[in-house]
């Protein structure tokens, strides 16, 4: 089984500054790596797939980085509707998730 | 517009059974993998399953085999997930989602059902 690390667990940061979430895998993925944004009562929205591709419909403010096992996602200009769990996910071997990063804007 | 939709909350007591459902539309329901995808409350997400409706092939996370089974009917565009007797620890969310390559299985999922709140208690 694949484990995935996110960190920091929680993130805060103001209004028109970046965040930066990291994500590790126990093992390479590839470029197998997704990331979800999931707010309260909502379920997960694709954000980016295959480390860096944006889903339809998502900002450029969203763009994601990494390769093999260290994987990155940047949210630039934030916005308060950006305040929202954040989950990685590998696709390469079954699926798993990260255990999320809480991002808190000021 | 391709869409999930799944039945609604449950409240049931230890030892019943339990068919939850997620409807799919919008999009050819047999050419695409469902996954179901377990949230404790609290915690982070788990895959449990996946079903291929065009031929019922089914892949289940080793965690989750024999706890739960899943299932599809392409006539109404339906895929399920079932308990025979449900535990307190089945407590959580349940969402369907679908992968986002035709017949593929090495996708992300997009989109996600709204979710099913299964509350287990006596």
């Known amino acids: 089984e694949i484990v995935m690390t996110q960190s920091p667990v929680t993130l805060s940061a103001s209004p028109g500054e970046s965040a930066t979430l990291s994500c590790r895998a126990s093992q390479s993925v590839s470029s197998n790596l997704a990331w979800y944004q999931q707010k309260p009562g909502q379920a997960p929205r694709l954000l980016i797939y295959d480390t860096f591709t944006r889903a339809t419909g998502i900002p450029a403010r969203f763009s994601g980085s990494g390769s093999g096992a260290e994987f990155t996602l940047t949210i630039s200009s934030l916005q308060s509707e950006d305040c929202a769990l954040y989950y990685c996910?590998?696709?390469?071997?079954?699926?798993?998730f990260g255990q999320g990063t809480k991002l808190e804007i000021k | 517009e391709v869409q999930l939709v799944q039945s609604g909350a449950e409240v049931k007591k230890p030892g019943e059974s339990l068919r939850i459902s997620c409807k799919g539309s919008?999009?050819?329901?047999?050419?695409?993998?469902i996954a179901w995808v377990r949230q404790m409350p609290g915690k982070g997400l788990e895959c449990m399953g996946i079903i291929y409706p065009g031929d019922s092939e089914t892949r289940y996370n080793p965690s989750f085999q024999g706890q739960v089974t899943i299932s599809a009917d392409k006539s109404t565009s339906t895929a399920y997930l079932q308990w025979s007797s449900l535990k307190a620890s089945d407590t959580a969310m349940y969402y369907c989602?679908?992968?986002?390559?035709?017949?593929?299985?090495?996708?992300?999922?997009?989109?996600w059902g709204q979710g099913t709140l299964v509350t287990v208690s006596s």
């Open positions: 919008g999009y050819s329901f047999t050419k695409y993998w």
């Open positions: 996910q590998q696709y390469y071997s079954w699926y798993s």
């Open positions: 989602a679908r992968q986002t390559r035709v017949s593929a299985t090495v996708t992300p999922f997009d989109p």
